[in-house]
Structures are given as C-alpha cells and as structure tokens.
C-alpha cells in the first residue's frame, strides 16, 4: 500500500514476514482460513504452511476437469483423495493414472465410492502409492466378482512392497468377497492396524455351499469364513487395534473366538447391528479383550442391563459406547457405567426404557465419575425435566454434545438449566421437544403460567375427557425405573425457577443447533438468541409461526453457516431469502421443501449469492419451475444434490 503526505514523501507498509501471517492464521478456523487466503498472496503462500495441510481431504466425482485438479495437487506434501463415480471408461483410467502420476507418493488415504472400477485400472494405480496409510474399497463389487483380483504372483509382489505401510483396510459391504480374495489382498498388508468387514457375507459356523461347519475344508472361492478372519488376526494381533464386524451374522460363540485369539488387543470394535448378540457374549467379550477404549453395540436388540453391567466392570478404559436402539436396555447397571473416570462419550438413543436417574446417581456419588463430552438421549421419551437438570449441574465443565431431540415431555425448565450449566456446549439438539417455547430459549419465566415439570407425574386423579371418558381407570402400572428415589426435590426446582435465567443466547460456542418442529417458537425467541457466530448447521424445520424476520436475523448474526433448514416453513418468501443471502456466502446446504412462498426468484438470488451451494431441496415448493432449476445447476459450480419433487404444483396424486 502506498501512502503519500503533503509533503510529497510517498511510504509503503511493509509485509509482515510470512512466520507471523502462519501464526496469526493459526488462531483461525479452517474455513475462516480459507477465506483469508484469498485475501492476498502474502496470505495464501503463509495458509499454504504444512501444519495446515495435515489431514486435507479433496472429493470430487471423475471427470475431465478433475484431471487439472490433480495435477494441481501434486504440490501438496501430502493430501487424501475421495474419488466417486469411477467405471471401465477411459476416462476413469485417466484419473486413475494421473493419481499414481502425480500424487503417488504423497496419497495417505484413497477411498472409491459409488464406483465400479475395474481390476486392470485398481492394479496399475496400487504400486504407486508408496505412502498409502487407509484404503477403503467398501461396496465395489466389480473388483471381487470374478475372484481372480491379485491372483498372478508378480501383481501380489508389487501391491505388496507399495501397500507395507497400510494401516487401515475398508472391505465394508462386499458381496463377493471370498476366503481366496481376502487372503491375497491382506497378505499385501502386513501391518494392518482397523479392518473393517462391515455388512460382508461371513460364514462364521456353517458353510452353506459345502453343507458342513467352517474350517473343515479349504479356503472357500465362495465366501469368508471365521477360520480366515481368525487366522489373519493371530498373523497381525501385534498391530491389529480396530475390528468392525457391524451388520454381520456373528454369533455368541463366534465373537467368543475372536475375543480369545492369542495376543489380539484390540482398543476398538463395532458390533452395530449384530441381532445374535446375547449379553453372555458381551460378558465373554469384556473378559478377553479388557483394554477396549471403543465400543459399539447399537441395534443389538437382545442386549438386556445385564450386558452394561458387563461392560462397566470389564472395561475400564472405555471412551466411548453407544447402546443406541438397544430396546431392552433400563436404567440398572448405568450408575456405574457413567463411574468409569475415562468415558467421554454415550450413546442411548431410542432406549426407550432409560430415564436417567441412574446416572444421576452414579454422576453425583463420592467416587470417581465419567466426565462425559457427549450425550445422546435421542427419543429416550422417560427423559424428563428432572433428570436434564441434575446432569446439567453435574456434567457443565465437560459437556460438548447434547442430543436431546424427541424427548418430548422436556419443558422450558431443561432449556433454562442447559443455558445455565451447560455454556460450553458445541452441539444441541432439541427437535420435536413440542413443549419448548418462546420463554425457554429467552429464559424467562412465563409470567402467567407455572412451570410445574412433575405435575403430571404427581397428578394421580383420573383424566375426563368428552370423548374417551375416564381414562384414568385405564391407566398403565408404574414401572421399576419410576420407583427409584430422585435426587432432585420439588424445592431444589422451586429454588432453581426463583433464579433470573439465563438465555440460550449463553451458549456462545455452538457450531450446530437442532430447533426442528419445536412448534411453539416465533419470532420473539429466534430474532433475539440464534446470534452464534460460529453457528455452522442450524435447523429451523417446521416452525410454522417463524417469518422472514428470522431469517434474516439469522443471517446477519451466523455468517458461518454452512447448513441451514427451513422445511415446511410456510411464512418464509422471496422477500426474506433476498434479505438473507448476501450474508450467507459459505452456505453449502439448503433446505426449503414445502415452502410455498419461495418461487424462481429465489433461486435467482441464491444463484447470485450462494456460489457453494452443493445440496438443495426444493421439493414440494409449487411456484418454482423446473426451467429454472436446470438454469441453477448450470450457474452452480458445486451444486451436486438437487431435490426438486413435486415442483411447479405437480398434482401428487397423479404423480403418485
């Protein structure tokens, strides 16, 4: 910059050295660092510094402009790469080479969706990715079908010098994997630290096409057997750390042999799904394998309090678990799971059995306690105000990630004590809590109605109503998890009402917030608390009494976001999506579906201003065409998913 005084001497700032750029860059978040680099070139040569080029990751579907991409990234020291939509074309083989070109030696992880490359390509690209840390080939068929990948002697020598320092392997979802295949590919791999055979077709006690047991026989051209797995685990247990075996038909004596093989240690498994689980399988489990600092059982649906015992008395360097869609799980046995000093995170969405007393109890014993950084209670219905408030108190200085959506008996009591207790949260989600209001997120009590959050459990008179009659003669007996004492008294709630509230405006950390269908929110609270400017996904989703004023608020105080959620918002228009849009430059998804005041104008405007756009839904909007549609896809450089159902008026029930 020049400068030029009266007196006619001209001066020029000078440039802070580029140590000092990279330093103060360093306070930044990624994308606000993105941003910065296109300020100047001083500024993109000091983003380019190699601490900010660790764990890049660049996706991209194959195509010719891809191939410049590449090239280009040949000047990073190291990058990953997700590469979609690969095939037999010529231009896949391109891709593909220019890859092995001119990212050989800097790839560390290279993963294939939704792709149905062939042998001969995979196989000239593999000796070439001497740095090669993770490769995921989930789902791609098209290299197994015929099982003859990696069957000539010279192939299997060179992918194995280039892949010796493989340390990941992805095999998830393959329909054709076999006990030949899996042999030649994981004997180029000798040091395999997580494997993943998620959603395979495993014989793990019979075999179906030799109508008898696992292991009698040779390897199988058919299928995987138990007796590879096992075998490949025994040859790599010094490394082996990881093991994903979700959606697959393990048994309680299969896990059982896995679990007892000699000098395995592993620190993370996922079981996800695996419906013959039984909670003696899980005891077994924790016995032989009690270094596990990860665990996932979700959707293990014969999982009973008996297999949480288990784990909180044989794990006790578990970080995380999730015990999601575990139906059959209550509350015993998570008053000492939540004592494991190392937890940091749980997962109990739909256990619909939970209430959470007991961890309260466990929480706010003299022993040592989990300091938990994420919680889930999604559509755990027993939640209530009661036990949101304790765990506020309780857990405030670790807390990062609340997930409380569906719990739909919580009020503005839980709202007021997460304000209070829970400032450093990064995550909340609060959709389809109904009960939710204006007052709870400005955090003030309703004037002109008690917030009473256990009267309708103290209420025991029967209920008349004009239609049903009386139905408290019909009402259900109480349950165990209802009967245990409560750490929070009426007083404890009376006292905490009597405090001046906090709003949720507190929360000055959030990254992402989740309002959806909480029905009862106007304007009133949105213009005034969704003031984050961090905030980077937010959802608004039906909310029928919010209007453009929110919007735009919105808007003007969240110039981070990059996802934002307006479904079935019917008062949202043009008008507010013109307001709105030239603060919304970073934004990336877009949702607007049922939103019957937004037409082409809009997406004229979002055209103009929202240059990142990838996903759109504009589904259902019946003043939208679809002329313009394809106009927007063709001004939109990154717009990869568009949802345009129904659009334009369509008569559903013709189209249906």
């Known amino acids: 910059m020049d400068m030029t005084g009266t007196s006619g001497i001209t001066m020029e700032t000078p440039e802070l050295p580029i140590e000092i750029t990279t330093y103060i860059l360093s306070f930044l978040h990624a994308s606000d660092r993105k941003e910065a680099s296109l300020v100047c070139r001083s500024w993109y040569d000091a983003s380019q510094d190699h601490r900010f080029q660790r764990n890049q990751t660049f996706k991209f579907p194959a195509s010719t402009s891809s191939l410049d991409l590449i090239r280009g990234l040949g000047r990073l020291s190291c990058c990953s790469l997700v590469i979609s939509h690969l095939d037999g074309s010529s231009l896949s083989r391109a891709v593909l080479l220019e890859v092995g070109l001119h990212l050989g030696s800097r790839l560390e992880s290279l993963a294939l969706p939704g792709s149905s490359v062939t042998e001969a390509s995979l196989l000239a690209l593999l000796p070439h990715l001497t740095s090669l840390r993770r490769l995921d080939l989930r789902g791609l068929d098209s290299l197994f079908m015929s099982g003859a990948f990696l069957s000539r002697d010279e192939q299997r020598q060179q992918v194995r010098v280039a892949l010796a320092g493989l340390e990941e392997l992805d095999l998830s979802d393959l329909r054709y994997l076999s006990d030949l295949t899996f042999n030649r590919l994981t004997g180029c791999t000798p040091k395999?630290?997580?494997?993943?055979?998620?959603?395979?077709?495993?014989?793990?006690?019979?075999?179906?096409?030799?109508?008898c047991p696992v292991g009698v026989v040779q390897d199988s051209s058919a299928l995987l057997s138990l007796r590879n797995l096992r075998k490949l685990l025994l040859e790599q247990s010094s490394t082996m750390r990881g093991l994903d075996l979700s959606r697959t038909s393990i048994t309680p004596e299969s896990l059982r042999s896995v679990a007892k093989v000699e000098g395995l240690r592993l620190q993370e498994l996922c079981l996800r799904g695996c419906k013959e689980l039984t909670d003696y399988s899980v005891e077994v489990l924790c016995k032989h394998q009690p270094g596990l600092s990860s665990l996932d059982l979700s959707a293990c649906t014969e999982l009973t309090s008996r297999a949480v015992l288990a784990v909180s008395l044989g794990l006790p360097n578990l970080r995380s678990l999730s015990l999601s869609r575990d139906w059959r799980i209550t509350d015993k046995g998570l008053a000492d799971l939540v004592s494991l000093p190392e937890l940091k995170s749980l997962d109990l969405s739909e256990c619909l059995h939970v209430s959470g007393a007991e961890m309260v109890k466990g929480l706010s014993g003299p022993g040592p306690r989990a300091g938990l950084e994420t919680l889930i209670f999604k559509s755990c219905t027993y939640i209530r105000d009661l036990t949101v408030y304790p765990l506020a108190q309780l857990l405030g200085a670790s807390l990062r990630e609340l997930d409380l959506s569906s719990c739909v008996y919580l009020t503005d009591l839980s709202v007021r004590a997460i304000a209070t207790y829970l400032q450093g949260l990064v995550v909340l989600r609060l959709g389809w809590c109904k009960e939710i209001s204006d007052w709870g997120l400005l955090g003030i009590v309703e004037p002109t109605k008690e917030c009473e959050p256990a009267q309708e459990i103290e209420d025991k008179d029967p209920k008349f109503t004009r239609t049903f009659?009386?139905?408290?003669?019909?009402?259900?007996?109480?349950?165990?998890f209802q009967e245990k004492p409560r750490l929070v008294t009426e007083e404890d709630l009376?006292?905490?009402?009597?405090?001046?509230?906090?709003?949720?405006?507190?929360?000055?950390?959030?990254?992402?917030?989740?309002?959806?269908?909480?029905?009862?929110?106007?304007?009133?609270?949105?213009?005034?608390?969704?003031?984050?400017?961090?905030?980077?996904?937010?959802?608004?989703?039906?909310?029928?009494?919010?209007?453009?004023?929110?919007?735009v608020s919105v808007a003007w105080h969240c110039r981070s976001l990059t996802s934002l959620a307006l479904s079935h918002c019917p008062r949202i228009s043009d008008h507010g999506i013109a307001r709105a849009a030239p603060h919304l430059s970073r934004l990336q998804h877009l949702y607007l579906s049922c939103c019957d005041a937004v037409t082409d104008r809009s997406l004229s405007v979002l055209a103009q201003h929202c240059k990142r756009l990838r996903t759109l839904d504009i589904s259902m909007c019946k003043d939208i065409s679809i002329t313009t549609v394809d106009l927007l896809q063709s001004q939109l450089p990154f717009l990869e998913n568009v949802h345009c159902r129904f659009v334009g008026g369509a008569d559903l029930t013709l189209t249906l």
């Open 192 to 211: 395999l630290h997580r494997l993943s055979l998620a959603g395979c077709h495993i014989a793990f006690e019979f075999d179906p096409y030799r109508g």
């Open 469 to 480: 009659g009386n139905m408290g003669f019909f009402r259900p007996p109480t349950l165990l």
């Open 494 to 551: 009376r006292v905490f009402r009597e405090q001046e509230g906090a709003s949720l405006l507190a929360l000055h950390s959030l990254q992402e917030l989740d309002l959806s269908a909480c029905s009862k929110l106007t304007d009133s609270s949105i213009t005034q608390v969704i003031r984050y400017p961090d905030l980077q996904r937010l959802s608004l989703s039906m909310l029928p009494e919010i209007s453009d004023a929110s919007l």
